[in-house]
């Protein structure tokens, strides 16, 4: 497990500041370019795991930039190239320190809620009558704040983020008019993949010029939940489980081993083999998600090869 990418300490050309979160790392540089770096660094209930995943880091950021492409004709985004497997450079922006959550089946954090007998998930009331992986009558938008590494992030309103001047109303109806593009855009192109976008968070930030735009991931594993439709509504008759393509399956496996991120509770031991099967397990997300093989990246010197091929871009750039 010793070719991953954990942390990073670049010192590239006209760099100003270095900005670390739960999985990527942003360089920002002078001329408002932003590198960011997907590590292979694998958070789950908010706490980053202390080992990294071989090629989670490639796979969450060609999945993310695919998804910019396939995107970038309804929402604007930050991103400018990907020099590396594991690199993308675009537009240094300001975040909006929320997370933009939507969910179209009541799965994940709103099933645990629901199951609690909660009704209301972020000032939005959620049906009586619901099961686990039941379809909502219409997507709702369930906000979160952003936490900084290691910091749990927490849901909220969107008459508090209002209220609170997290984010003014002009530009929140931005964000939701995006959001919900961007859920039915992202549900369009599963579809095609025979897969369902359950869930999914999106980032916003704004440009030295103003401009609202997309960044970090969109529609990955790490940020999204997709069931197979093949087999969903008869699953959903008989009370049983659904198939998922998400990190639900590390989050289950860590809930099992009495592991939720809660005060006290320490992480299981990965072991190599855990670990090979979680890295097995992103691949394969990987292919289905995007409907193509996955090519993996030479990672002898993953931090040479990332500082190679990032220089060699702002060199001509």
């Known amino acids: 497990m010793k070719n991953t990418i954990i942390t990073t300490n670049f010192n590239f050309p006209k760099q100003v500041s270095v ?4 999985v990527r790392e942003v360089y920002r540089l002078e001329n408002n370019i932003m590198v960011m770096i997907a590590t ?8 980053v795991m202390p080992k990294g995943i071989p090629y989670k880091g490639q796979i969450l ?14 929402v ?11 690199v993308a ?14 969910r179209g089946y009541m799965s994940g954090h709103a099933a645990r809620e629901y199951t609690l007998g909660k009704r209301v998930l972020c000032g939005v009331a959620m049906p009586n009558g619901m099961n686990e992986n039941d379809k909502f009558p219409e997507p709702i938008i369930t906000p979160a704040t952003k936490a900084e590494m290691g910091d749990h992030d927490e849901d909220i309103s969107r008459e508090d983020i209002l209220s609170r001047g997290i984010v003014s109303e002009q530009d929140y109806l931005i964000l939701e008019k995006y959001t919900r593009a961007l859920f039915e855009r992202g549900s369009e192109i599963a579809a095609k993949r025979g897969l369902i976008l359950v869930d999914t968070k999106y980032e916003f ?16 594993p790490d940020s999204s939940r997709y069931f197979y439709a093949d087999g969903y509504e ?4 008989k009370g049983e489980a659904q198939k998922q393509l998400s990190k639900e399956f590390v989050r289950q496996w860590l809930i099992a081993n009495n592991f939720q991120g809660l005060v006290g509770q320490n992480v299981p031991e990965m072991t190599d083999d855990y670990i090979t099967s979680v890295s097995d397990r992103y691949i394969e997300l990987y292919e289905n998600i995007i409907g193509d093989s996955f090519q993996k990246a030479d990672i002898a010197n993953i931090h040479s090869r990332i500082e190679s091929n990032v220089l060699a871009y702002l060199k001509t750039n």
């Open 234 to 237: 008869a699953r959903q008759e």
């Open 76 to 86: 604007p985004n930050w991103l400018l190239a990907t020099p590396d497997p594991n």
């Open 61 to 74: 950021n060609q999945i993310a930039t695919k998804m910019m492409a396939d995107t970038a004709d309804i």
């Open 19 to 22: 900005y670390k979160g739960k």
């Open 205 to 220: 930030g704004k440009t030295v010029d103003g401009k609202i735009v997309l960044i970090d991931e969109i529609h990955t």
């Open 40 to 47: 292979d660094r694998l958070s789950a209930f908010d706490v």
């Open 89 to 102: 450079i675009g537009f240094a922006c300001e975040p909006f320190k929320v997370e933009m959550v939507i």
